[in-house]
């Protein structure tokens, strides 16, 4: 385990069982459709989204977005910029955003009405972490990996000051890190 870490909450394979689980359920869900694109936001969602669609049989796309809400701290700032936006159109697609972790929920929801006026046919979440606790504007989730406790976390994607994303498990940051 990293020296900075209180404990580790979650292994690299409760995750993999979560992303095959998640991506069999998203399977079920799409049959029949076309036009689906996985658009994971940066860039927390690398390892998950990576781990996601080599599970998931079926005709797909992949794009990425970059927004931010959360500036360096540990708290989101409820302003979201768009530091990277879409590559590709995605009017009549049906999409699947692949996001880390849903805390306030204010990334979510500004995404989800951003998608929707770029006339997108269907807009679903699907979260490796969901932090039900802080919830700030209520948000559909369609899928969801592992719910959390109110902890600050890292790994898996995840950073504290774009630190830690490497980790190949998701831990708790002692809080005299961030402090
Ligand atoms: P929201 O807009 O408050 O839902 O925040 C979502 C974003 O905040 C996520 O994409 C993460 O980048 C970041 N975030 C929220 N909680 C944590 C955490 O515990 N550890 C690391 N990043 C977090
Ligand atoms: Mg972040």
Redesign the pocket.
Known sequence: MHKDLEKILITEEEIHEAAKRLAAQIERDYEGERDIVLVG?LK?SVQFMADLLKNIDMMCTIDFMCVS??GKG?K?TGRVNIIKDLSEPIDDKNVIIV??????????SFIEKYFSAKNAKSVRICTLLN?PSRREVEIDVDYIGFDVPD????GYG???QEYYRNLPYIGVLKPEVYS
């Not at 902890?151 to 890292?154: A, K, Q, W």
């Open positions: 936001l927390g809400s959360y540990t989101s996001e880390d972790i849903i805390d306030s929920g204010n990334t979510l932090k902890e600050f976390v890292v995840l950073d504290y």
